[in-house]
Nanobody, 112 residues
Framework: QPQLVESGGALVQSGGSLRLSCAAV????????MNWVRQAPGKGLEWVSL????????TYADSVKGRFTISRDNAKNMLYLQLNSLKPEDTAVYYC?????RGQGTQVTVSS
């Protein structure tokens, strides 16, 4: 049974940084393209970033481009999202996702 477990969320000040992690188990992680998505309070899911199975290709939503960096360690079955220059509008629950499957999420709150 595939499982995704996110961690690393916190309360940070505007302009701060965080690193989110996602542990993947139950499937061949190195064969899977992975995404980060987020859901702000009262809003729908927003796609944030995609990384190819080997990690050589990445794409970002315009809202985070230049501030967030997605990466992965296939030897450790881990997915990461580095969040820099955080803004209050980045406040959301962040999920790692494989297709339509997501973990439980990790809360990021950015204070102004």
């Amino acid at each position: 049974q595939p499982q995704l477990v996110e961690s690393g969320g916190a309360l940070v000040q505007s302009g701060g940084s965080l690193r989110l992690s996602c542990a993947a188990v139950g499937f061949t992680f190195s064969n899977a393209a992975m995404n980060w998505v987020r859901q702000a309070p009262g809003k729908g899911l927003e796609w944030v970033s995609l990384i190819s199975s080997g990690g050589s290709s990445t794409t970002y939503a315009d809202s985070v481009k230049g501030r967030f960096t997605i990466s992965r360690d296939n030897a450790k079955n881990m997915l990461y999202l580095q969040l820099n220059s955080l803004k209050p509008e980045d406040t959301a629950v962040y999920y790692c996702a494989k297709g339509n499957q997501r973990g439980q999420g990790t809360q990021v709150t950015v204070s102004s």
